[in-house]
């Protein structure tokens, strides 16, 4: 969904070391701006699912990142129904409404996702323009059961098989996973509308930049 022209993408999978590394080899190969592009978890009440997220900051274990100010404000002014608000980064999936308003209270961050931190610290680390696109995909008093938890494999595709076999171990999981999956689907339905409305270089075509690398 994010790659287009003047942009690449990575998947990050879920594993912050790995996906610390690929950045960090496009940075090598030349990349001049780095956006997280994707999905996340609401730490608020009022963000429900398929709410877009312009990051103002990304809070992670390593500390705050800042966004590139124009760039942010160009992915406002193309999304107008997007809430500017902060982001938090974890390691980890944050799977239930305790551990989230925990987040929501210890960060002051509005949504969660596992990908954005890595790639504000590296951005910040390498000079880089960074911002961030979210999609809300899981409302803030949702549980996420054990097979959705598995369900992404290192690429970033959909791991069948290991869903499949935690549904066998608990039936019960079945209609929360139907639950996450409908939700899932109006995030990225979401997600691709604000694609096409920020066109080239995701919003960043009219600061010149040549070349934009996609997380």
Known sequence: MARGNGVRSLSG????????????REVAAGARAIISFGVAGALIPTLVPGALVVASEVVGPEGKFPVHVEWTGALLQ???????????GSDAIVADPASKARLHATTGASAVDMESHVAARIATEHGLPFAALRAIA??????IPPAAMIAMRADGRFDLISVL??????PSQFPQLLRIGRD??????????????LGD?????????LLLYVI
């Open 184 to 197: 899932a689907q109006t995030a990225l339905r979401n997600l691709g509308r604000g694609r096409r409305l």
């Open 13 to 24: 999978g879920g594993r912050s070391i790995d996906l610390a590394r690929a950045i960090e």
């Open 165 to 170: 076999r935690s549904l066998a171990r608990t």
């Open 78 to 88: 193309r999304l107008p129904a997007a809430i500017n608000a902060a982001l938090a």
């Open 201 to 209: 270089r995701l919003g960043y075509a009219d600061l010149d930049q």
């Open 138 to 143: 899981d409302p803030l008093a949702r549980t």
